[in-house]
């Protein structure tokens, strides 16, 4: 395929191009023969997707199209016999949801205190594409019940706040730069109602000064600093649970700052600048969870609040209901289902689709 399909593109196509991860698999479709490309499907989040497509002169067109999934729901309780992580993956098959639920509550309860025979219940969400979890599940609520008391957890907007509506600490990141504004917010898609197309930005963009000091969000090890695309100057640091940070458009890194280094929470990596496709000095921070790109605001510390007002009312609303099934699968003792058994989508592959990652 033409270089030249990706050098014609606009600058936010360019940066979107930068997200595309090794191991994420991708299709192909080619002639008859095996020896042309006909269509190419790289997706870049769990919502979009590059599309590549041969016309019949034999031009290529790139557009992001939405990805199909099929969004499951199951709700279920479970006794702890060994452990939350362990009792999850043996009644589930699934990993990641166990890895969910106890990341949910690593800072709101101490796990040593379970006891054999006390209960957790769990109700989340999750997308499959072609008959495997697609992106990471989603813990709608939870709740441990423990012989002295019962702890609940609610997903309300991207956090997480117990049963009186106070959102739980659990933040592992801070905010990678201080006094500056919020100039472009994440999303994974949107539909643009001018353009007539997909957008998507991964990532939040800080807008500051030429030369603004840029902070490590958390403990980590940078594994990538150099040029990248339409990134510019980039820094990656991948950190603890699957994390990994990334810092673009940099106008020059702190002295010292290579890959393999350590750097710790709150240490000067780097300073703000416009490097790469931008059009102004700002930091493009991206944050993603087992290469998955995710919405940095839900997860960055700025102030622990409570709900307030209408926010408050609705939350009530949400938590009456959720309390309500979580307490009826307890009662019941609602066994999950299996990864293995949740419904797949029934897709048309012939011999010239092939995949790669």
């Given at each position: 395929m033409p270089q030249s399909l990706y050098w014609n593109l606009d600058k936010?196509?360019?940066?979107?191009?930068?997200e595309i991860r090794a191991g994420i698999p991708y299709y192909t479709m080619t002639?008859?023969?095996?020896?042309?490309?006909?269509?190419?499907?790289?997706?870049?989040?769990?919502?979009?997707?590059?599309?590549l497509k041969r016309g019949r002169k034999g031009e290529y067109?790139?557009?992001?199209?939405?990805?199909?999934?099929?969004?499951?729901?199951?709700?279920?309780a479970l006794p702890v016999e060994r452990s939350p992580y362990l009792d999850i993956i043996k009644a589930t098959n699934n990993p990641?949801?166990?890895h969910a639920f106890v990341d949910a509550f690593k800072k709101s309860f101490d796990f040593t205190r379970l006891r054999k025979g006390e209960k957790i219940a769990i109700a989340y969400e999750e997308k499959i594409r072609l008959g495997h979890p697609w992106g990471l599940p989603v813990i709608k609520a939870a709740t441990?019940?423990?012989?002295?008391?019962k702890t609940w957890l609610f997903r309300f907007g991207d956090r997480y706040y117990n049963e009186k509506g106070r959102e739980v600490e659990g933040f592992l990141f801070r905010k990678p730069v201080n006094h500056v504004r919020i100039t472009s917010r994440f999303t994974l898609r949107r539909w643009h109602p001018i353009l007539h197309r997909y957008r998507a930005h991964l990532g939040v963009d800080f807008g500051g000064r030429t030369g603004t000091p840029i902070y490590a969000a958390a403990d980590g090890r940078?594994?990538?600093?150099?040029?990248?695309?339409?990134?510019?100057?980039v820094i990656k640091i991948r950190h603890r649970d699957g994390f990994m940070t990334l810092y673009a458009h940099m106008h020059k890194f702190?002295?010292?700052m290579h890959k393999g280094k350590y750097v710790k929470k709150g240490q000067v990596i780097g300073y703000i600048g416009s490097t790469g496709m931008s059009t102004g000095p700002h930091l493009h921070f991206g944050l993603y969870k087992n290469g998955r790109p995710i919405n940095p605001l839900g997860v960055i510390k700025v102030t622990k609040k409570s709900l307030y007002g209408k926010r408050r009312k609705e939350f009530i609303r949400y938590e009456k209901s959720m309390k309500k099934r979580l307490e009826k699968a307890v009662e019941s003792n609602k066994r999950p289902k299996k990864l293995d058994d949740l419904s797949r989508i029934d897709y048309c592959v012939d011999d010239n689709t092939s995949k790669g990652g």
């Open positions: 936010d196509d360019k940066e979107l191009c930068e002639d008859d023969n095996g020896t042309v490309i006909e269509q190419v499907l790289i997706p870049i989040s769990d919502e979009l997707q590059i599309h067109t790139f557009e992001m199209i939405p990805v199909i999934y099929q969004k499951v729901e199951d709700i279920f990641l949801l166990a441990i019940h423990t012989r002295r008391k940078i594994i990538f600093a150099g040029r990248l695309g339409g990134y510019g100057n702190r002295r010292g």
